[in-house]
């Protein structure tokens, strides 16, 4: 009778002498080829090594005979995009701002680049998705302090506000009227904008800063105390306060007044396709005139 | 417990097999699955279905850089994924309902390795000779022209095998007729290169060489379907009781000295997995039943009645050896076990079909902008901005318009739109920028979150879909 090889007392190499629950484990060998592929990975092991950077030194690594480097891979591919970028960006430069959504191509790249731009200058005062917070503009809202047009943020944007590095910024400033005004007056003051802007206050204080807002504050704010974008004067009557509309945040802007400073984009060095490319992003973010 | 005399062996050289040729109802069936599933893997790129100018018209085609596959009428996109993780599921609970009914099935008949292995085999027969031939040449030491020529020109029709197999496997993933144009021209893109080059080596190799190295050291298969095997699964057994003690019967003995088995060899001699069915149950058997015709042929020629290799259930052998009569297969086919594995598997069937009839060939869904929460506008009222993706799995353009339904009034605008209608190129994803207002006084501007819902209508043919989402407020 030929040999089972599955009893126990023919098999060639017995077991490991391993068992669980009954069961046991054939001391059977490798198949070879599965050796052979082992000497493989080992071979091909020395052969990566050789040819790419491997081992650790000091200063770096081993460079490999390829030269091959995941920087310079980075920088290639920058390199590749800058390129492939660069016919869009000439055509978003020429193209007047106002026509550029009428290209959706145009528009899309320029919505993309704004997005990338904002999130690395703008985002760590203006807040992602121009959330805005206080002292720092919201730009999703329909209340623009200089201009909500495309072409009024692209100037704030390349000019900044209030910046000392750029001849062409826009420059407004409001009186500290701590320095020259009675507790009173102000008092009265805050009341009378209260009341214009829809909140409950006394009505015999704001009488008297109606007046006193007249002598003093209509020059910018307006007679009405809807502000004035060519100086960045916030309209008072709204809903919208860049640094809080209730009594006491009041008083402190009146008394010791505000100075919001924005940067100059142009002269930080951001380039015009950027710097189009962002206000873009910014006048479709929800709140753009 | 291991008392072996030499000290083990680390390392062992495949024992080459030299299957032989076998004629029966069970080769015929797999020339025939060999035949159909070689086909359909071959021609199925090449089937052409029009759905228009705007989309590919190969029929089954899975279009990577777009994220699409197509399927004659059905187009599935990236989040259907669903379907395809459903079918994935079919085909497990498919493979679970076969092993435990018919055991290893699978591995004998459909499965790739078995079928191209076979159809290695049979070139190798046709230019090395049948068993016997391939041996001899196979033990022959001298190198001389004959063996060289043999070699050669089975190793060339191998790779041919294996070049088309590669190449077929690229044809489904870009337009056929183009993609074989871009090769014979030598401009295809590397990645069909290299898929084809990768393709090629492993048929080749596998096919070739590997063969049943590949079941028995790198398929996970075999040892998990091991599990779903009980023993009521009709697999390829030797009848034991019948064929002992085997051996050819002398002059001089009585007939009943000696079982129906002569030791012919002939299960062992056609087994592409080298084994011996009699010694039952083994990993290595793919239950391929070539070893039922080889001895069947046998047991016509000497008079004895078929099946003393035949498909049984493990249960029956230990019924028919107490002398009982054996179940029927039907009974072992339809028990408890499989019937749970047909109803699962029907039901996700049935469930895939639903949705796919149900699904519309538009699509909204909604999400919320999260940053900021809310917006108060110059006159207080509050707005909430959302991302809307509108899906149009249409071959044409069409427009849509947008509408918030709740329950006091909400303005819907639309960034970049002044009507508040959209335009969604054929078979595209839109994401567009929606903002909803309510005024300063409502109550969704009070609350901390109210429910919206927001309706697409299709323009053209009125066809509406809608996705639910919140309103977030100042509270």
Redesign the interface.
Known sequence: MAANKHDKEDHEYGTTGHEWDGIQEWNNPLPRWWLWSFYLCIIWGIGYVIAYPAWPLINGATPGLLGYSTRAEVAEEIERFDVANAPMEALLNETPLADVEQNPELNDFAKNAGQAVYNTWCVQCHQAGGAGAKGYPVLVDNDWLWGGTIDDIYLTVNHGIRTEDDMDTRYSQMPAYGDFMSDEEISSLVAYVQTISGQDADTTLAETGSQLFYDNCAACHGDAGTGDIFQGAPDLTDRIWLFGGDEAALTETITNARFGVMPSWSARGMSEADIRAVSLYVHQLGGGE | ????QQA???????EPIFPKRVYGRFRNLKWLIMIVTLGIYYITPWLRWDRGAELPDQAVLIDLASRRFYFFWIEIWPYEFYFIGGLLIMAGLGLFLFTSALGRVWCGYTCPQTVWVDLFILVERWIEGDRNARLRLQRQKKWDLRKLRLRVTKWLTWLLIAVSTGGAWVFYFTDAPQLAVDLLTFNAHPVAWSTILVMTATTFIFGGF?RE?VC??MCPWPRIQAAMMDTDTLTVAYRHWRGE??GKLRKNEAPDTKGDCI?CMACVNVCPAGI?IR??Q?MECITCALCIDACDEIMDKIGKPRGLIAYMALKDEVSETAGETPVSPWKHIFRLRTMIYTGLWSLIGVGLMFMLFIRSDIDISVAP????VY??????SI?N?YDVRLRNKHGEERSFSLLANADEAVLLEV??SDDGTVTVAADELRTI?V?LTVG?DADAASAALTDMRIWITDEGNGDRAHADTVFNGRG
Do not use: K
Not at chain 2, 8 to 14: E, S, T
Not at chain 2, 369 to 372: A, E, G, T
Not at chain 2, 375 to 380: C, H, P, Q, Y
């Open positions: 417990m291991s008392d072996s083990p062996q680390l390392y062992a050289a495949r590997m190295q028995n050291y003690p085997r030791d011996d010694d039952g083994q902008v999260r940053s900021p917006i108060t506008m110059a006159d207080g707005r901005a960034e970049g920028r903002y300063e």
